[in-house]
């Protein structure tokens, strides 16, 4: 039997290594760069609590 390629990536799409201050990142979810949902998550690690407040802040700011 022949030997599959194992640790190939799958079709997931690439998510961009979040750098730069909180507000930069704050920029970045907005535009989308991490993605959504676990993704986003993921990407954002243990700031994501802190970042995502201040997405949610934002947005119901906007929306007044």
Same mark, same amino acid.
């Given at each position: 039997?022949?030997?599959? /390629?194992?640790?190939?990536?799958?079709?997931?799409?690439? #998510?961009?290594?979040?750098?730069?201050?909180?507000?930069?990142? #704050?920029? /970045? #979810?907005?535009?989308?760069?991490?993605?959504?949902?676990?993704?986003?998550?993921?990407?954002?690690?243990?700031?994501?609590? #802190?970042? /995502?407040?201040?997405?949610?802040?934002?947005?119901?700011?906007?929306?007044?």
């Amino acid at each position: 039997p022949s030997k599959s /390629q194992s640790g190939t990536s799958t079709s997931a799409p690439s #998510v961009i290594t979040p750098i730069g201050s909180i507000d930069e990142k #704050v920029n /970045q #979810v907005l535009r989308g760069d991490f993605g959504n949902g676990l993704e986003r998550k993921r990407a954002l690690g243990e700031e994501y609590d #802190v970042i /995502q407040a201040k997405v949610n802040e934002m947005l119901k700011d906007k929306n007044k």
